[in-house]
């Protein structure tokens, strides 16, 4: 999450990473002007235990589109 903040990468995303291990990352992103939201598209829930992280709106929707071929929504 930090290197999309810092513009290192364009975008990450993980599943079962704890709430704890996101919450200052969420932050940091936020405030460098990034999007941080749920793989499935929703907003970003810190209990769901995933994240899709992006440098721009537009790349998240495009990414989402992908992501949501070969992962399940959450329960």
């Not at 993980?14 to 907003?43: K, T």
């Not at 495009?62 to 329960?75: A, T």
């Amino acid at each position: 999450m930090a290197m999309v903040a810092l513009g290192g990468t364009n975008a990450t995303f993980e599943f079962g990473i704890h709430a704890w291990d996101m919450a200052a990352g969420y932050l940091i992103v936020i405030e460098a002007g990034g999007v941080v939201i749920d793989p499935a598209g929703g907003p970003f829930d810190v209990l769901s235990r995933r994240y899709l992280c992006a440098g721009s709106q537009e790349l998240a929707d495009q990414l989402v589109k992908i992501i949501k071929q070969h992962y399940p929504e959450r329960d």
